[in-house]
DNA sequence: TTAACAAAACTTGTCAACAAAAATTTCCAC
DNA sequence: GTGGAAATTTTTGTTGACAAGTTTTGTTAA
């Protein structure tokens, strides 16, 4: 009874880490701008599931700063004020340049191909000009990295800061523009590979720097959106 | 109909982040050891809510990883594995160096006066040996540090790794060292005075990697508590 | 037409009862 | 006694019903 509190991967429900599996996707992948309603019932019927179970996810949810829940208003997904759109940057240039580091570090030939392959589609969905794609590829780049990096305390972070920082893409960027270069990307990767700790950080650094030059935080935009065809990928 | 996504500071209900605070703070000052059950019944009676909020607030805590859920075996207090462990004090050495920056930037007379006040009070509980006191406070000086950076994003998660570096140290680490040393605190506190940035977190790594070597990873250790007592302060 | 108010429809919050699983105790054979 | 199985108690998971709140709709008067 004392050695068992290792391998916890996944042990709670499958149900209810899908869900907010789902809608995190979906909210990097920018599907559900931000703001959009998530009432109890539209996630129990989409998933098929009971009331409950919508609750709690949404809990989580809210937990990690994508939705937000309000008294007897129910869950929204989160809009980010400018304010906590420059926390959310500023914390990703705390962060992300020690996991880039981390990933230099600890980077086997497995992560290698992975990435190599997922930059292979970015750079495609970006000359295809799939902008959907090349959006949740961008975004999961920087998940990839943490997870490579083998730090399962900062991974989620990351994820939820990617999360966070689609949100204010939604919201403050530019309709047109690319949220990653993917040539940045590319040059990150070289970095790892070479397991040069400082460059990764330093491109990481950069990269994201760019990134938030992307946003203009005075600027304000909202769009329609369909609930199911959002959440059933 | 647009506006109103800004001042959401403690919007939830005010009960369940009572119940959450209290269990962090009696997790950050060790009066509830590593493993310690945390049944819904118990969190009823304690604090007088139904079992819809006890259950809330053990699934807010497990999000935080303080608090490990088990499918029909309820809840308890989390036992940090060495790798976990590893990965928490890796998180730390990333964030709260910057967070220090940050704060060595953005620190005011206020901010200033109560952190000399904290101090005073940290270095006389250590003087007189009170041993709880100095715990809770020696973890608080790194989440006031965190507030003081004035990021709404990191400081959660600050608050967050100190609560698992109790756990941390209540597993692994010699029962009479100290956990923090305030003469360490004390350095930092000048250098934030100082609006020195690179010193503060130069010093902040130094102090983190101090507190890492305090603890042993092979060691294991446990010890019997009152539930009643650890959270009714 | 519009503003204010009232009513209806809907959504969320809470509770109590029940089902299912785990932990504990009891009991019996050895 | 000891080990192990069965029964009991306790704890957790789930569902449904109802209460409370919010949004929408509809109506009336200025």
Redo the contacts with the bound molecule.
Sequence with gaps: MDLDQANNKADD?IDESLIVDRIYNAVIEQRIPPGA?????SLCSLFG?????A?RSLLILSNSGVVQ???????HIAQPTSEEALAVFEARRAIEPNVARLAAKRIISEDREGLIKHLEQESLANKVGDRQTAIRLSGQFHIKLAEISKNMVMAPMVKELVARTSLIIGIYGAPGTRNCHDDEHQLILDALINHDEDLAASLMDKHLSHIEQQVDLSRRGRKGFNLVEALMN
Tied chains: 1, 2.
């Design positions: 429900d309603k998530l009432s109890e019932a599931v009971g009331r409950m179970r609750r829940l309000e008294n007897n208003r129910g869950a």
